[in-house]
């Protein structure tokens, strides 16, 4: 799961570990990527994201006010102090990205 905003991209890497630490490592040695932080790692016995290829989608703030549950988690950067706190909090927020935007 990949979510991508002013600049920032926020992702969930899921998969065996040795396949998931090779990837982070990419990611890291790619010059492209700048301020990498690593928010949670666990192990999962089920994957969350298996079924998700690359794909974009133009969400517009003020279409997603209107929507059911609707959160401000998409009006706040990436890199907020509130977001890096709770690892936890973004995680559901894309666990519901998902559920609710497919």
């Known amino acids: 799961m990949l979510l991508y905003r002013d600049g920032n991209f926020l992702q969930v890497l899921e998969g065996p570990e040795a396949a998931v630490k090779d990837t982070l490592r ?3 040695q790619d010059e492209r990527h700048k301020g990498i932080l690593v928010m949670k790692t666990s192990p999962i ?3 969350n994201f ?3 290829t690359m794909a974009f989608r133009d969400i517009s703030l003020e279409a997603l006010k209107d929507m059911e ?3 401000p988690f998409m009006e706040m950067s990436f890199d ?3 977001l890096r706190s709770k690892p936890d909090f973004a995680y559901r927020m894309l666990l519901q990205f ?3 935007l497919r």
């Open 45 to 47: 016995t089920e994957r």
């Open 50 to 52: 298996a079924d998700w």
């Open 98 to 100: 998902k559920t609710r």
């Open 26 to 28: 990419r990611i890291e």
């Open 69 to 71: 549950g609707y959160s």
């Open 80 to 82: 907020s102090e509130e």
